[in-house]
């Protein structure tokens, strides 16, 4: 009889015990427990493949150990890259699938983002855990539930999208949410507003809800991650200092260094002289890295009372990585001093810091004071190019009633001289209007009391606007003067210069021939006339405007050059910087001329070093002048119609 129960009973147990085990109360682990325990970072993805180690990144340790605390809500994580935030969130996702099962939903940017991390970090992550690969079937498997965006686990699943997807954002319930990359996430889901508001709505039903939040920052002002940073307990990664006691934060701010520069090929090329040491906020003491990063260190709240809401946030850059040497972090930085985009990037990814936008722009006073005496001829007459000047091309822009040119010369490594800037009144489609543009193109623009001179080498004329085809048609006919006619591409990725296309010249319902238009990327040339704006010293990549009324270059320009900044707005394919007219600045023909002829020196692409050589060769006495011929002045309409190529 015992021996039949027996049989009974274990049989009982076989039928109900795996279903009995899903109802097992969690480990009485912490997230960091959970993952030094089962946790292994997977050779594709990690550097130190193998276990992972709290105590590789301690700064990681008390963010992980908030999630499993029950009255924490919402994780907020604002983080340089590299330092182990992505990780975090892996951690959090594997312990909730082994030890607390729930329905995740993880929020990328995009959902080609998401596809992405599925694949190359969730996927190995679940390959190499015993664990959560005994809890989660292989995407291989038929009838496993497991797909690149879906992944079904025992009391829950994990669906992965993008923050421009709505409705995964509203119609999925979640007890977790984890966001990655916040500050890169759609402003709005579709139509239905607020990626994050979406997501939140979707654990109104869970008592035991949680959220993580984690990003890079990114633009002061417009950074979601900042905001939610401020709404909870603000804390820091601070060290001690081994002088006075204290604790402070490592910041770029308080790092000492010298260094020293020279140029090959015309770049800087930098290099760290001695030690690179911290300064206590405290007692203001010098102490080197490799100190610092023996030091005892711990999270410090400036707003602790944003526990009891049930909020910790954390802000964390790349001096505490045990990856990253301060001398990488600082060469990144000078390398970066005279290119904005780049600074951007240090900023946000190794500094963790907000990036002020356009902050560092001079505006049209500033850029007035810059301008420089070229000098004068012994005539008295204004230097018209001064040394240095290799080449010269010339931007024009179509207005209804005028065309507004600049000529723009060239240097070696992108430096630039304003050399003439100019109007010619009257409508595009009169010869007299054009005859003057030939003035100006046909000139011979002269050194210093040389008989040395440059012609301008290439000239760029818009052709948008109410007079395409009167443009197509006086560029063709100036085709042997390398007078050619552009478009503005505006647009993310859109390469500056791309080959050009033959256009068809139609005037009073008649196709007459055909003329070559060159299509400019007009975003990225914005991208180099501000960025090379913000360059203080002559030398690569330098600004130098004249002064003298003579040229053209007063505060109407500078107010038409600076008249456009970067904004971030919200397309279908999710945030995108778009440039955007300032208030006060209804103009903007400076800042396309200058664009235009940027554009033309990209396109002929010249030989630098052989034009340099060239020029060095040419007579530098100033020839004898000879009275001026008067060219007369002729509508040339049988040259306009030419068919000849």
């Not at 260190?297 to 790349?318: C, H, M, Q």
């Not at 456009?564 to 778009?578: A, C, D, I, S, V």
């Amino acid at each position: 009889m015992k021996t039949t129960t027996k049989r009974a009973a274990k049989k009982l147990n076989a039928a109900i015990g795996p279903a009995v085990r899903n109802f097992k109360p969690p480990e009485d682990l912490t997230v960091a427990e959970w993952a030094d325990r089962h946790r292994r970072l997977s050779p594709e993805t990690s550097a130190e493949a193998g276990p992972w180690r709290t105590t590789r990144t301690p700064y990681l340790r008390e963010p992980m150990e908030a999630f499993t605390d029950p009255k924490v809500k919402k994780i907020v994580m604002v983080a340089a890259s590299q330092v182990g935030k992505s990780e975090l969130e892996l951690n959090i996702i594997g312990y909730i699938i082994d030890q607390d099962p729930g329905s995740i939903l993880y929020v990328q940017p995009s959902l080609d983002d998401a596809r992405k991390f599925s694949r190359l970090r969730i996927a190995p992550m679940i390959r190499d855990s015993k664990v959560l690969k005994a809890k989660v079937s292989d995407i291989k498997t038929r009838d496993s539930g497991n797909t690149i965006l879906q992944k079904s686990f025992p009391g829950g699943m994990l669906t992965i999208t993008g923050s421009n997807s709505a409705s995964a954002l509203a119609s999925t319930p979640a007890r977790y949410i984890i966001g990655d990359e916040r500050d890169r996430w759609a402003i709005s889901a579709g139509t239905e507003g607020d990626p994050w508001a979406l997501a939140e709505a979707r654990q109104t039903t869970f008592y035991n809800a949680k959220a993580v939040e984690v990003s890079t920052p990114t633009i002061k002002g417009s950074s979601n991650i900042a905001d939610s940073f401020e709404k909870g307990t603000q804390e820091r990664w601070c060290h001690q200092c081994p002088e006075c006691g204290e604790y402070g934060e490592i910041i770029f701010d308080r790092i000492h260094f010298e260094h020293t520069h020279k140029r090959i090929r015309g770049k800087k090329v930098y290099k760290i002289t001695g030690p690179i040491t911290w300064a206590c906020p405290n007692c203001g003491c010098i102490i080197p890295e490799e100190i610092m990063r023996r030091q005892p260190a711990k999270w410090i709240a400036e707003n602790p009372e944003a526990y009891d809401t049930g909020v910790r946030s954390f802000w964390l850059n790349a001096f505490s990585s045990p990856w990253t040497p301060w001398e990488k972090i600082v060469l990144k930085f000078l390398q970066a001093l005279d290119d904005p985009q780049k600074l951007k990037v240090v900023y946000n990814t190794l500094l963790g810091q907000l990036w002020e936008d356009r902050g560092d722009i001079p505006d049209e006073e500033g850029m007035m004071a810059r301008r420089e005496d070229y000098g004068t001829n012994a005539d008295g007459s204004p230097v018209e190019v001064p040394e240095g000047v290799l080449v010269l091309t010339c931007g024009v822009d179509t207005q209804d009633n005028r065309l507004e040119y600049e000529v723009v010369g060239h240097g070696h490594y992108g430096e630039t001289w304003g050399i003439k800037k100019g109007y010619i009144m009257g409508k595009p489609d009169t010869d007299e209007v054009w005859e003057r543009l030939d003035d100006v193109i046909e000139h011979v623009y002269h050194f210093k009391d040389s008989q040395r001179g440059l012609r301008i080498s290439i000239t760029c004329v818009d052709s948008g606007g109410h007079y395409t085809q009167e443009v197509y048609l006086r560029c063709r006919a100036r085709k042997n003067k390398r007078v050619f006619a552009i478009k503005g591409g505006n647009g993310e990725g859109i390469p500056f210069v791309t080959p050009p296309s033959q256009v068809k010249i139609v005037l009073n319902g008649q196709t007459i021939g055909k003329c070559w238009l060159y299509t400019l990327g007009v975003d990225a040339g914005k991208e180099l006339i501000m960025s090379s704006v913000l360059v203080q010293e002559a030398g690569p990549k330098y600004c130098h405007f004249p002064l003298g009324e003579s040229y053209g270059y007063d505060s109407y320009y500078f107010s038409g050059l600076l008249s456009e900044k970067l904004e971030l707005t919200q397309t279908k394919r999710g945030n995108r910087w778009t440039w955007v007219k300032l208030p006060g600045h209804e103009r903007n023909e400076a800042l396309d001329c200058r664009n235009y002829a940027l554009g033309g020196f990209k396109i002929i692409n010249p030989d630098m070093q052989a034009v340099e050589k060239r020029l060095k060769s040419l007579p530098t006495k100033k020839a004898p002048k000879k009275p001026a011929a008067q060219r007369p002045r002729q509508n040339r309409p049988a040259n306009i119609y030419n068919d000849d190529w």
